[in-house]
């Protein structure tokens, strides 16, 4: 069966301060891996898509980077922290489009201080 | 892309039916209709899915309008573990993300 690894569950970090989350899929091959977002209160954020190695699609602008430097694992980045970073990450994966079903890790609070 | 018009919040008692509504009246014609579901401080987990023909699972049932512009899932007896955030989501022909809105927040009274 398939599973989604995501660390830390918790993250506190001062601002300028860099940050790398990982997030891994076992039991699978070739997944289209997403990163979302959700603020407080919040709906879910689209940041990042990635559909193979290498190749990374970015939603929306921000001072955050992401990396697929293997199958299946996926990487969140910054270089420096800001304060509006804060907020709750999700890692998902799934294996296609249209009909094919989001499966999201268990998140990371991350709190900019 | 297409979106989705929920209530804010919704309560129902437990152990009743509960219907959650969906309004996506700019819904294109192969665009499916997901639902999903948050519990506090967990990611969101797959509820239910389906094009044009009402869908049953174990979780839940779906039904969707004969003009695809509304859906309603139904929990036929919520639960106290029901409570979450419930998210109905356009999934556009060859679009690699689902855009979640803010949802709707259920909550179960016992």
């Given at each position: 069966?398939?599973?989604i690894?995501?660390?830390?569950?918790?993250?506190v970090?001062p601002?300028?301060?860099?940050?790398s989350l990982?997030c891994?899929?076992?039991?699978?091959?070739?997944?289209n891996?997403?990163?979302?977002?959700?603020?407080?209160?919040?709906?879910l954020?689209?940041?990042f898509y990635?559909?193979?190695?290498?190749q990374?699609?970015?939603?929306?602008?921000?001072?955050l980077?992401a990396?697929?430097?293997?199958?299946?694992?996926f990487i969140?980045?910054?270089?420096?922290?800001?304060?509006?970073?804060s907020?709750?990450?999700?890692?998902?994966?799934?294996?296609?489009?249209?009909?094919?079903?989001?499966?999201?890790?268990?998140?990371?609070q991350?709190?900019?201080? | 892309?297409?979106?989705?018009?929920?209530?804010?919040?919704m309560?129902s008692?437990?152990?009743?039916?509960?219907?959650?509504?969906?309004?996506?009246?700019?819904i294109?014609?192969?665009?499916?209709?997901h639902?999903?579901?948050?519990?506090?401080?967990?990611?969101p987990?797959?509820?239910?899915?389906?094009?044009?023909?009402?869908?049953?699972n174990?979780?839940?049932?779906?039904?969707?309008?004969?003009?695809?512009?509304?859906?309603?899932?139904?929990?036929?007896r919520?639960?106290?573990?029901d409570?979450?955030?419930?998210y109905?989501?356009?999934?556009?022909?060859?679009a690699?993300?689902l855009f979640?809105?803010t949802?709707?927040?259920?909550?179960?009274?016992?």
């Amino acid at each position: 069966s398939q599973t989604i690894h995501q660390w830390p569950a918790t993250l506190v970090q001062p601002v300028g301060s860099p940050l790398s989350l990982e997030c891994t899929v076992e039991g699978t091959s070739n997944p289209n891996l997403y990163w979302y977002r959700q603020a407080a209160g919040r709906g879910l954020q689209l940041l990042f898509y990635s559909v193979g190695i290498g190749q990374i699609s970015s939603e929306v602008p921000q001072n955050l980077s992401a990396s697929r430097p293997q199958d299946r694992q996926f990487i969140l980045s910054s270089k420096k922290l800001l304060l509006s970073d804060s907020g709750f990450y999700l890692c998902a994966w799934s294996m296609g489009f249209r009909d094919e079903k989001l499966f999201f890790g268990s998140g990371t609070q991350l709190s900019v201080l | 892309d297409a979106k989705t018009t929920q209530p804010n919040s919704m309560e129902s008692n437990e152990e009743e039916p509960v219907h959650l509504p969906c309004n996506h009246s700019t819904i294109s014609g192969t665009d499916y209709i997901h639902w999903y579901r948050q519990l506090p401080s967990q990611g969101p987990e797959y509820v239910i899915h389906g094009l044009t023909s009402n869908v049953n699972n174990r979780m839940a049932s779906l039904a969707i309008a004969e003009d695809r512009k509304s859906s309603t899932l139904i929990l036929h007896r919520a639960t106290l573990r029901d409570a979450a955030v419930y998210y109905c989501i356009l999934r556009e022909t060859g679009a690699n993300n689902l855009f979640f809105g803010t949802g709707t927040r259920l909550t179960v009274i016992p």
